[in-house]
């Protein structure tokens, strides 16, 4: 659910007409619901109640201090992949205790500020990984706790760019070699084994990729404390899809995902974590934008954005769907045509949908993405010296921009022309 919801024939966010925030910030702009963020963090809790449990929002999905902030103010754990994320945590006055350091590619310095500011895991994704994090920690006279993310051949049925839990992926140990690999990390002085990691993909709308994979987990950690290592967490990752066309059948939702983790995990006594991002903050953004111009091609129309694909690169990326609607609601029974929605940028790729059905529209029209919290802003660059686009946050009948557009000559100004040209 979420609160993006026409009322009296105006597309609000709770309380606050989108056009109001349009008209004060600007346009393209990134707006979010608080209501709906603490609503989608609540179900998860609520899903797993009774079980002893963490949730570690997964930060990539849209890392704004004010984000983490509300979510951290409820309980939330953090799920970060960098250094730049784990200062964000901290940043947002989320406790080393409750942040988990995952990533392939972590860094011996990033091993280190972590190590140093607190952590409450690393999630190991290689051997080598394994052994220079050893070799941080020793020469910090500390020892790091460690999961090691295993990877359980489960094709995720998801995207082929978002599926990370099959042999061919870049993520994880094979979980056939990961006996050995825990053997190694027990005898390592600088490591403390406390449980098991995976994480098999983004955007599932099935429970069935997520039942094969834990039960693997299940099977594995009996083989590993049967050779007397510590499994005390199992960290299940995310990966918990949500409906980007809105009158298509739901995902699964939160509660059946925690039946499913009682029915094949409940049993061992470990603590659970889990990591959604794009559940949490998907549904809970918008992207606003204006009409440039509708422009009349020779075979088709093109409704041209302020928008683009650096603001919003997902149906570039991934030929992603996202519903886009008009910010005044249109009569019923009114005739749309299709037209291809497009941004400004100069790039064929800068195409958000084809042949969409639209009401009528014409320049100063403002349009809403729907469901563009997760992996919006957070993937935005300036790509055409075009400015990142401002966040705003509402919360019932208020809202604050949370990140200001810059201007052009700030972006000019963080240039440096060398003394000798």
Not at 173 to 199: F, N
Request: proline share 6%.
């Amino acid at each position: 659910m979420d609160h993006f919801l026409y009322r009296d024939g105006i597309l609000m966010a709770e309380d606050v007409a989108l056009a109001d925030i349009a008209a004060s910030v600007g346009t393209p702009v990134y707006v979010y619901s608080t209501a709906t963020l603490r609503r989608h963090y609540t179900v998860f809790a609520e899903a797993l109640a009774g079980m002893d449990h963490l949730i570690c929002y997964a930060m990539k999905a849209l890392s704004n201090q004010a984000v983490l902030k509300l979510l951290g103010d409820m309980g939330a754990g953090m799920d970060v992949v960098s250094g730049g994320e784990y200062a964000r945590a901290l940043a947002a006055g989320i406790p080393g205790e409750r942040i988990v350091f995952s990533g392939v590619g972590k860094t011996r310095d990033e091993m280190a500020r972590a190590l140093q500011g607190g952590v409450r895991q690393f999630n190991v994704e290689s051997e080598p990984e394994l052994e220079a994090l050893d070799r941080v920690a020793r020469q910090m006279d500390t020892v790091a706790p460690i999961t090691l993310r295993v990877n359980p051949d489960v094709d995720a049925g998801t995207h082929e760019k978002i599926a990370t839990g099959r042999r061919q992926d870049k993520f994880g140990i094979p979980i056939a070699r990961a006996p050995q690999v825990y053997a190694k990390a027990a005898r390592m002085p600088g490591l403390r084994v406390v449980g098991i990691d995976v994480h098999i993909g983004s955007q599932l709308t099935d429970l069935a990729p997520f039942e094969a994979a834990y039960a693997k987990v299940a099977e594995l950690t009996r083989l590993l404390r049967s050779q007397g290592h510590a499994i005390d967490r199992l960290d299940l990752g995310g990966g918990l899809g949500i409906p980007y066309v809105q009158d298509n059948a739901a995902p699964p939702l939160p509660s059946d995902y925690g039946a499913m983790i009682r029915r094949t995990l409940g049993d061992l006594g470990c603590q659970i974590e889990i990591e959604p991002g794009r559940l949490i903050a998907g549904n809970a953004g918008v992207l606003v934008a204006s009409v440039i111009y509708l422009k009349q091609g020779e075979d088709r129309d093109f409704l041209i954005l302020d928008a683009a694909m650096n603001d919003l690169i997902r149906p570039s990326m991934y030929g992603a769907h996202h519903d886009i609607v008009p910010l005044v609601q249109p009569a019923p029974g009114v005739d749309r045509a299709a037209v291809d929605i497009v941004g400004p940028v100069c790039e064929s790729g800068d195409t958000f949908a084809r042949a969409r059905p639209m009401p009528p529209l014409g320049e100063g029209d403002l349009v809403a993405f729907r469901s563009a919290g997760a992996y919006g802003a957070v993937m935005a660059s300036e790509y055409n010296s075009r400015p990142l686009i401002p966040e705003v946050l509402v919360d019932r009948d208020q809202f604050a921009v949370i990140r200001a557009r810059p201007t052009i000559d700030e972006m000019i100004e963080r240039d440096t022309i060398p003394a000798w040209l």
